[in-house]
Every structure is written in C-alpha cells, then in structure tokens.
C-alpha cells in the first residue's frame, strides 16, 4: 500500500513506541505501577510510550494540537490538526501479562479523523487507515465480516469494572446481546476490538464509558474497512458520549436494536 507521509509519521511512531512497550512487557514484574484510580492502574511504560509519541509527532508537524491520555493537551498553532494518541490501550492487559495491549494514533483535520493506526506490539500487528484510502493489516487490506444474522455472529464488548460505568444496565444489555449471538467476547482493549471488526474478526462490538484516544483511530478503520460505527442512539457522536457500537450495516443495526430493548416488566 502507499502510505502518505503523515501516515508513515505515525506509524514510525506507533512503532518506535511499542518497541518500548515490548522491552517493559518482557519485565512486566519488574514495572512500577501507581494507581491512578479504581481499577485503573498507570505505569511507567505507558508514560514512557507517550513521551516517544508526543516527541516523534510534533518533530514531524510542530504545529500539530496533540491529546493524549497521560498528560495535558498541547494546543497547536496550526488549529486545524490535532494528533489524538492513546500510547497503551489494555494498559491492565499489558500489566497483567496478557498479550492485548496497543498504541493508537489518529490524526484529526478540521474535527474529522483523517488517519489512523493502531498497533500492538505484542503480535507486531500494524492496522493503518487514511480517509478513502481504504484499512489494512501489515499492509494487507482487511474488510469487516459479511455476516448478516446475529445468531452466526460473535460480538465484541466492553464490560464497566470497579468503579467504572453502570454495571446493572450493562448485565441487561449483555443478557439481550447473549440470547442473540453466537458468542460474546470482551478482550479489554478498544482499540484492538475495533480493529478486530475492521478486520472481520469480530462481527461486532460495542461499549460505553470510553475516551475520544480510545476510539478515534478505531472508527476511521471501520469506516475505511466497509464498515458502520454510531453510538448508542444510531447517531455520530460517538467521542462526546464515549459509547460506541460498530459492525457492518446490518449487523450493526441489529446490534443497536438488541442493546436497547426494553427490559421486560415482571
């Protein structure tokens, strides 16, 4: 695939930070972590991957906006570009050992996601997307599954731990969601789900309570991958609610549906 070179920009620095993140996931014991809130721990990895990110980026465009999640944003001259960059996505995932985590890159232009990548180290697995360029794996072009039936589908998700989200209503959508589906996976980091269903791997996903540096990089993959996002209600306005569903066109609207039926009354 030919790659622009804001997008190549982006994934050297996707790269460059994850092979930090691949030397502190090898000593994963050895990390120190502290405890940013319930059940959401921050290490020094992760604080270390931003640094590489934010440097990487504004060497390239130095006029460039950049939000990221572990420091304050940088208002940028230029005014219409933001870098928006989650530099651990599945940051439990990557402290616990588990193979799962990524960094995710998007570029906004004007208040629209322009380009994309996402990548976990961990299985050297590069998604990249620019708007109408098309999505791609290792530069191999991926398109979200074709199912068409919820029944033969397996759904990605997002489920509120300690001290995050409402768990009473996410135990009915579940529920609703469960009596549907083929099967119902939740892997723990959003980026990588939403890659997952760019890439067919998953039918479809959807959660709550989630950042714009969650999603950003995973939602232009989607689109550029064939594929349909909204938030909850149907609408665009996925990085004010932080709620996300995405799959293709049908089974993302089958998805919503389910999500919000009524609970039966007893």
Same mark, same amino acid.
């Given at each position: 695939?030919a790659r622009?070179?804001?997008?190549?920009?982006?994934?050297?620095?996707?790269?460059?930070?994850?092979?930090?993140?691949?030397?502190?996931?090898?000593?994963?014991?050895?990390?120190?972590?502290?405890?940013?809130?319930?059940?959401?721990?921050?290490?020094?990895?992760?604080?270390?991957?931003?640094?590489?990110?934010?440097?990487? =980026?504004?060497?390239?465009?130095?006029?460039?906006?950049?939000?990221g999640e572990?420091?304050?944003?940088?208002?940028?001259?230029?005014?219409?570009?933001?870098?928006?960059?989650?530099?651990?996505?599945?940051?439990?995932?990557?402290?616990?050992?588990?193979?799962?985590?990524?960094?995710?890159? +998007? =570029?906004?232009?004007?208040?629209?996601?322009?380009?994309?990548?996402?990548?976990?180290?961990?299985?050297?697995?590069?998604?990249?997307?620019?708007?109408?360029?098309?999505?791609?794996?290792?530069?191999?072009?991926?398109?979200?599954? +074709?199912?068409?039936?919820?029944?033969?589908?397996?759904?990605?998700?997002?489920?509120?731990?300690?001290?995050?989200?409402?768990?009473?209503?996410?135990?009915?959508?579940?529920?609703?969601?469960?009596?549907?589906?083929?099967?119902?996976?939740?892997?723990?980091?959003?980026?990588?789900?939403?890659?997952?269903?760019?890439?067919?791997?998953?039918?479809?996903?959807?959660?709550?309570?989630?950042?714009?540096?969650?999603?950003? +990089?995973?939602?232009?993959?989607?689109?550029?991958?064939?594929?349909?996002?909204?938030?909850?209600?149907?609408?665009?306005?996925?990085?004010?609610?932080? +709620?996300?569903?995405?799959?293709?066109?049908?089974?993302?609207?089958?998805?919503?549906?389910?999500?919000?039926?009524?609970v039966p009354?007893?």
């Open positions: 695939m622009s070179a804001l997008l190549n920009v982006m994934v050297q620095s996707a790269i460059k930070a994850g092979k930090s993140l691949a030397r502190d996931f090898g000593e994963v014991q050895n990390l120190q972590v502290s405890v940013k809130g319930p059940g959401d721990f921050v290490s020094q990895a992760d604080f270390r991957a931003e640094k590489i990110v934010r440097e990487e =980026l504004l060497k390239a465009r130095p006029t460039y906006g950049f939000l572990e420091s304050e944003e940088i208002k940028g001259t230029d005014g219409a570009h933001r870098w928006i960059v989650d530099p651990l996505d599945g940051t439990t995932n990557f402290l616990h050992g588990i193979p799962q985590f990524a960094v995710s890159i +998007a =570029l906004e232009r004007n208040g629209e996601i322009v380009a994309g990548v996402i990548f976990n180290p961990a299985t050297d697995e590069l998604y990249t997307t620019e708007k109408g360029g098309g999505a791609f794996l290792n530069d191999r072009r991926i398109r979200v599954g +074709a199912r068409k039936v919820l029944s033969d589908c397996v759904i990605g998700c997002g489920v509120p731990h300690l001290g995050r989200g409402q768990h009473g209503k996410f135990l009915v959508e579940l529920r609703h969601v469960m009596g549907e589906v083929s099967g119902v996976r939740r892997m723990g980091a959003a980026a990588l789900d939403l890659a997952y269903v760019a890439a067919g791997r998953l039918d479809g996903f959807w959660e709550t309570g989630l950042n714009i540096w969650d999603i950003a +990089a995973g939602v232009l993959l989607i689109r550029e991958a064939g594929g349909f996002v909204s938030d909850m209600k149907g609408t665009q306005d996925m990085f004010e609610t932080g +709620a996300v569903i995405a799959g293709n066109e049908y089974i993302r609207k089958a998805l919503e549906e389910v999500i919000n039926r009524p009354k007893a």
